[in-house]
């Protein structure tokens, strides 16, 4: 079966930069797409395809992909920031969805 | 704007079948998939399934023999069903629009969330 791998944990300092990424074959068809998930809460869309950011999501997040890896950047890390996120993308081969493990994010 | 607002059972036994609804506000229900998600407690996300307005459905294979999404385009709703659950299945489940252009796929927005326990 499809897999996308993420790392399970970063930390970043406050107002500085983190990357994390995910990595998986299934990229190399379909853009990933990221959500960040606050304790108790449904997760919410912060980046799609290549660099998209939906309405309300702050410009210090940003995105890119290169062959089978998708990344999601922090610029300025801000505590509200401090997050799980997880990757998506499409497995075209039979029409499924696979998330990624996910990774936390702690805001020192 | 689209809001989903979904709803079922929160409690089951094992063996029984799990059955959720979710209602979509605001939005043409016939130009989108609609999907149903999952979160066991602690552990990542994982795709059920989805389902178009006309009844056109994809399934995780690692579900599919018991997992059944409906849908009832008069009402704007889709419905999952999971039959023979167990205690594995005990998680937070969410409904959600997927959107498709070219090679980009995003959920946006998703539902509430309902948080489903399955007991021995």
């Known amino acids: 079966s499809s897999e996308l791998t993420q790392d399970p944990a970063v930390s970043v300092a406050l107002g500085q930069t983190v990357r994390i990424t995910c990595q998986g074959d299934i990229l190399r068809n379909y853009y990933a797409s990221w959500y960040q998930q606050k304790p108790g809460q449904a997760p919410l869309l912060v980046m799609y395809g290549k660099n998209n950011r939906p309405s309300g999501i702050p410009d210090r997040f940003s995105g890119s992909s290169s062959g089978n890896t998708a990344s999601l950047t922090i610029t300025g890390a801000q505590a509200e920031d401090e997050a799980d996120y997880y990757c998506?993308?499409?497995?075209?081969?039979?029409?499924?969805?696979?998330f990624g493990t996910g990774t936390k994010v702690t805001v020192l | 704007q689209v809001q989903l607002r979904q709803w079922g059972a929160g409690l089951l036994k094992a063996s029984e079948t799990l059955s959720l609804t979710c209602v979509v506000h605001?939005?043409?229900?016939?130009?989108?998939?609609w999907n149903w998600i999952r979160q066991p407690p602690g552990k990542g996300l994982e795709w059920i399934g989805e389902?178009?307005?006309?009844?056109?459905?994809n399934y995780n294979p690692s579900l599919k023999s018991r997992v059944s999404i409906s849908v009832d385009a008069s009402k704007n709703q889709f419905s999952l069903r999971l039959s023979s659950v167990t205690a594995a299945d005990t998680a937070v489940y969410y409904c959600?629009?997927?959107?498709?252009?070219?090679?980009?796929?995003?959920?946006?927005?998703w539902g509430q969330g309902t948080q489903v326990t399955v007991s021995s």
């Open positions: 959600a629009r997927v959107m498709r252009s070219w090679l980009k796929t995003w959920f946006d927005p």
């Open positions: 389902i178009d307005h006309s009844g056109t459905s």
């Open positions: 998506c993308s499409r497995d075209s081969s039979d029409n499924q969805y696979v």
């Open positions: 605001g939005e043409s229900f016939n130009d989108f998939y």
